[in-house]
């Protein structure tokens, strides 16, 4: 059974502030990582990862992948309000043409002003 | 641009009682997912669908059906509503053809079953 660990869980934090979140992983078939925002609706994508070593960046938001180790970590630099939600980690996996999202549990994040 | 929409966004439903979840595409994607999303469970994958015409079971599809009317539409029926199906319920569609590309989420069906 493919399973996807995110932690921590909760992670309270003061405007400004660096956070990395992590996420581990033992699954059949790995294809791509991938992770997520979600505020109060749908999870809005920020990055996918297929490759070992290389460093996906967007503004304050980076982030990289482990196939040897088999995890990936979330950094958020100088850390604001709007950063506050719950950050997703997924993997894919199947044959192409027959792949899957395995979702871990999510690490709740929150930005005290 | 629509994306993923999904109908109703609410609804309550006593013990018992039949319901479909309507979930619709509007971006020639060939895979559709259903996902429930419970506190502290993180999104798990009820049924999917790789291409029209094809259905395949998840992580927890007991008690629940899917249809893949076309190309654009995936429904999940339940057929007798149990309080433990009282959760937030996610479609979502992924173009397979384009390696590199995420999965598109709906705004989520929230539903409570009494």
């Known amino acids: 059974e493919d399973k996807v660990v995110q932690s921590p869980l909760s992670l309270v934090v003061h405007e400004g502030d660096t956070v990395t979140l992590n996420c581990s992983y033992e699954?059949?078939?790995?294809?791509?990582l991938l992770w997520y925002k979600q505020e109060k609706k749908a999870p809005t994508f920020l990055f996918m990862l297929?490759?070992?070593?290389i460093e996906k960046k967007s503004g304050r938001l980076s982030s990289i992948l482990d196939k040897k180790e088999l995890f990936s970590i979330l950094n958020i630099t100088a850390t604001q309000t709007g950063d506050s939600a719950i950050y997703l980690c997924a993997v894919r996996t199947g044959n192409f043409g027959n792949e899957k999202l395995t979702f871990g549990t999510g690490t709740r994040l929150t930005i005290i002003p | 641009n629509a994306g993923v929409t999904q109908t109703p966004k609410f609804q309550v439903l006593k013990t018992g009682q039949s319901m479909t979840l309507q979930c619709a595409q509007d971006m020639n994607h060939n895979s559709m997912y259903w996902y429930r999303q419970d506190p502290g469970m993180g999104l798990r994958l009820i049924y999917y669908?790789?291409?029209?015409?094809?259905?395949d079971k998840g992580e927890v599809p007991n008690g629940y059906n899917v249809s893949r009317l076309n190309k654009r539409e995936f429904s999940l029926r339940l057929e007798s509503a149990a309080p433990s199906q009282t959760s937030v319920y996610f479609c979502a569609s992924y173009r397979r053809a384009v390696e590199g590309q995420p999965q598109h989420f709906g705004d989520g069906t929230r539903l409570s079953i009494l």
């Open positions: 297929t490759s070992s070593g």
């Open positions: 699954v059949t078939n790995f294809r791509s």
């Open positions: 669908s790789a291409s029209e015409g094809t259905t």
